[in-house]
């Protein structure tokens, strides 16, 4: 007889997403006890973030700082100020922001509390939900990083007022994305409406970035670990990251708009898309004034696509569209 045990590791993967501003919700959010905030420095020059929370690190944002560097910087920092697993970790900022504190949280002294508050659509829409978090390595995205759920996520669309007009178109092709793996009802929205509607109309960007986020949502929990159906999340970034590796011309919306106008072309092209839907789709991107096609060397580009992590025994792992708000 052979007596057998198992040690299982069992975590909830639940993140509570709210709503409303920073001032009235973050008191009802945050756990009594130590809480260090991270901060955009850029951020908290606009919104004085760090007058609310006593003890915040400003940290510089953007895709050339999210990097193992910065986050040796931020675990440095908080070995100084003799940080122990007790504490909270806040994040303020956009999804760069976010991935270096959800990184930073789920490595420091093996893993301790945190909170996002995005403050960029694309990081409201994306970046801050699911619980993935990493840097980039080697010139590719996200090669290092973790799986490691924050306990809420708050969007304040007062913090969007601010974003430049390149961040913020930029940010609608991953409701785009979404809209077309789950939601055909928030496609025809995007037909119906255009850039400026959503810029004015506080109202609808709001249910647009609701629906948007639930689609995603629903599918981070039926596959935190990324095993299955959550690979249609990377609709459109295959192509995507391989363009943010090769050239700093684009920026992620701006390469994943490029990405989905692509699969949705090479969809249609294999028979697996009906042309209608697949012009649809490019003609909603060209809409949003985002670009749909880029001249890059294509031995490059297939290069660069061979290393991303999503691809199987060497193979380029391509999500392909089949019909648009019903691909789960």
Request: one cysteine or more; charged letters at 20%; aromatic letters at 6%.
């Amino acid at each position: 007889m052979h007596n057998h045990s198992e040690l299982r590791f069992l975590r909830e993967q639940t993140t509570q997403i709210c709503s409303g501003t920073i001032s009235s919700m973050l008191p009802t959010l945050l756990p009594k006890g130590r809480v260090v905030a991270i901060v955009d420095a850029e951020v908290d020059a606009l919104h004085n973030i760090s007058e609310l929370i006593p003890e915040s690190v400003l940290i510089p944002a953007g895709e050339e700082n999210k990097n193992m560097q910065l986050v040796e910087m931020l675990w440095q920092e908080l070995a100084d100020s003799k940080v122990g697993r007790d504490v909270f970790l806040l994040g303020v900022g956009g999804g760069v922001v976010c991935d270096i504190v959800g990184f930073a949280a789920s490595t420091w002294m093996r893993g301790v509390r945190f909170g996002l508050v995005p403050t960029t659509l694309l990081a409201q829409v994306d970046a801050a939900i699911g619980g993935k978090c990493g840097v980039n390595f080697g010139g590719y995205k996200n090669m290092v990083g973790a799986f490691a759920p924050a306990e809420f996520v708050l969007c304040d669309a007062e913090l969007l007022t601010t974003l430049p007009e390149r961040e913020f178109r930029s940010a609608l092709s991953e409701m785009i994305k979404a809209a077309i793996i789950g939601d055909g009802a928030l496609f025809e929205l995007f037909e119906h409406n255009d850039y400026h509607a959503l810029r004015s109309d506080a109202t609808l960007l709001g249910e647009m970035v609701r629906r948007s986020v639930e689609v995603k949502r629903d599918i981070v929990s039926r596959d935190p670990y990324e095993s299955g159906v959550r690979r249609l999340l990377n609709l459109g970034h295959t192509m995507a990251h391989a363009i943010e590796s090769l050239t700093t011309e684009y920026n992620h919306g701006e390469a994943v708009a490029i990405g989905l106008a692509y699969v949705a072309n090479k969809a249609v092209a294999q028979g697996v898309l009906p042309q209608s839907d697949g012009e649809r789709i490019v003609g909603v991107i060209e809409r949003y004034g985002l670009p749909t096609s880029v001249e890059l060397d294509e031995e490059a580009l297939e290069e660069a696509m061979q290393h991303d992590k999503k691809n199987r025994n060497g193979e380029i792992g391509w999500v392909m569209p089949h019909n648009i708000g019903n691909l789960i």
